[in-house]
Structures are given as structure tokens and as C-alpha cells.
């Protein structure tokens, strides 16, 4: 899949529903090339991909550039996410890789790949999390146990994560039961401690589905959240999207991808990473399950 076709792939249009013809016009322009070049003989096949790499080479560094200036700038950091609702721009900055799916986004695809084999053997596996250089994974039916078709089912998914995700160094598998998404233990605390406030039942939550949580905890203050449940894995974050700090319970949950409702920003729905601008982050808050219900630590969120 070529850049363009990412783009278009991922592009939530703001407004009509109608893509905007001149992006439509240019990016079709773009993929006869492509298939003009595809259909040359080697040499000058050969010719004209190098011509292109040398040219995305010397354009990367100054793109980069001027992401990390609006970035770290707090003047230009609105800007960037202004003007990565353009999908010219948007194509762009992926086609040079300065925007592309988080670790944990590429480990979810790679595993799509080998599902349909895990499944036709009784299996099937839902990745928890990526962190630091390791994917933790739950395996579902003939994936689990001591058998060897069961170790060479868990052989094919470690080698799709390690193999095509280069974060990954290592793939750890976790008990095969429902479990909320990771939160660091320092932003936890002790089970007992104040401010923790139950909320909805996990079976009004079911896998692909989002759900709004408003609660009052023992400060007093209201708090609006949203959980998501992504392959049984249950996130928190605050209903705030991260552009305009518009709520998010309106928007789409699909396929791991959370998107705002107001402006297409798009955001991993396990880790809150945005997908449409380099550097935000929903901000996720703690959670545990407990006698059937999702409960959050509210107080200071």
C-alpha cells in the first residue's frame, strides 16, 4: 500500500462526507506514475525509484524540522494539528515516515495477518499491550496449553510481532482472562486509597464498543471518561480529545482506532497515541476491575 493510499485509508473528512477533489486529483496522478514506473524494464525501473529516494531523502530532514519546531513550540504545536487535518500534509509527512502508526497499531496489523491461519487451526490471540521492546498477548483456544501444535501456533505469533514490528524484541503471553489495559503502578497507588469511584458494569461494555462514564468522586468535582474495550482489553480516558479538548463519546471506535467526533483526529484506542499529529496523547487514567464493574481513579485526573 503506497502512502497515498494510507492516507486515503485513514483520512476522516471534516464536513461533507465528499473527498476534496483536488487531494483526489493529485493523489490519482501520483498512483499512474507509480504504475507507469512499475511497467518500466529494470534499469529504468531501477533509475526512477532511486531518483525518488534521493529526492524523499533530501526533503526528510527539513520536514522533520519543521514538525519538531511546531511541536516543541507551544505557539506552533495548535498549528501542527491544524495542519495535519490537510490530507496533502497528512501524506506528505507519512510518506517520509514522520507519521505513522504507533508500535502497538503495526503489532495489531501484523497479527491480523496470521489470525486466519491461528483460526483455522481453533485458535486466536489479541495483543494487551507494547511495552518497552515487549508484546504481551493473550491466546484464545488451541493457541493455549502444552501441546506441540499449540507451541507452533505460538511460534507464528511471535515471529509475526518480532518480525514486523521492529520495537519488539520479545512477545510475553498473559493469562487468558478479561484484564484492563496497563497503567504504570506509581500512577495507581494502593487498592484502598481515596478517590477510586465505581462505574459501569464490564458487560455494558463489549469488545469494539465505547462507552461515556460520568462520576463525582469524594472531592466533589464531576469527571467525564470514556472506556473503551479493544479484544477485551478495557482503557480509560478522560473525554477530552487533546485538539480543541472537545468530547470524544460521540466519536468512532473502530478497529482499534478511536476517532473525535468534531474533527477526525484519530487516536490509538489502547494507548490514547494520536495517529494525526505527531507527539499528543489522550490522557488515560487508572483503572481495575472489581466485582463485575470498571473502576476509576478519578480524583486528580
Known sequence: MTAVETTREAREPVGPDEPDAEFEALATA??????????LDEPARSAATDL???????????LVHIVRTLRDDPRGKELLFDLVDDPNVRAVLGLHGIIRADPATRARRALDAVRPYLQSHGGDVELVRVEGGTAYVRLHGSCNG???????????????????VEEIERVEQLDDQPTVAFIPLDQIGRKRDTGWVRGMSIDEIPPGEM???DVTPDDGEPHSFVVTNVEQSLTVFRNACVHQG??????????GVLTCPWHGFRFDASTGECLSAPGAQL?????RIEDGHVWIRAAGA
Open 246 to 255: 472537545m468530547t470524544l463519546d460521540g466519536g468512532m471506535l473502530d478497529e
Open 283 to 287: 490522557t488515560q487514567v487508572p483503572t
Open 211 to 213: 462507552r461515556r462514564i
Open 52 to 62: 525518488r529516494m534521493a529526492i524523499e531523502a533530501f526533503h526528510r530532514p527539513a
Open 30 to 39: 501520483v498512483d499512474a506514475a507509480a504504475g507507469a514506473v512499475a511497467g
Open 146 to 164: 502444552c501441546s506441540m501444535s499449540a507451541a507452533t501456533l505460538r511460534e507464528g505469533v511471535e515471529e509475526a510481532l518480532i518480525g514486523h
